[in-house]
Nanobody, 121 residues
Framework: QAQVVESGGGSVQAGGSLRLSCTTS?????MGWYRQVPGKEREMVAL???????RYGEAVRGRFMVNKPFGKQISYLQMNNLKPEDTGMYYC??????????????????WGQGTQVTVSS
């Protein structure tokens, strides 16, 4: 199974920015970012695929931007104007199919271990 590795998490004050990166050893047509805090369900943050299809969760729309450079097995999540409620473990996921084919009907196929983002007020 392909490895998925996130990086770039950390602590930042409200209003600040962070950029997360995700790389994979596999061939990822789609890449997604999710987040989770203890006691809550996992939440979709942003999705992107090789056709340029992008999806955003309502809580981050207009503040976050996802990117997957053409032909590269990497994704970036630029997070701006961060809020304390953005705190959580951020997971990257990859899949071999376009977003429109499988999402939201099923989950992404490969998942990373997560990177922690903490936003203080």
């Amino acid at each position: 199974q392909a490895q998925v590795v996130e990086s770039g998490g950390g602590s930042v004050q409200a209003g600040g920015s962070l950029r997360l990166s995700c790389t994979t050893s596999g061939n990822a047509y789609s890449m997604g970012w999710y987040r989770q805090v203890p006691g809550k369900e996992r939440e979709m943050v942003a999705l992107v695929d090789s056709t340029g299809d992008e999806r955003y969760g309502e809580a981050v729309r207009g503040r976050f931007m996802v990117n997957k450079p053409f032909g590269k097995q990497i994704s970036y999540l630029q997070m701006n104007n961060l809020k304390p409620e953005d705190t959580g473990m951020y997971y990257c996921a990859t899949d071999s199919q376009p977003i429109r084919i499988f999402w939201p009907g099923r989950d992404f196929g490969n998942w990373g271990q997560g990177t922690q983002v903490t936003v203080s007020s």
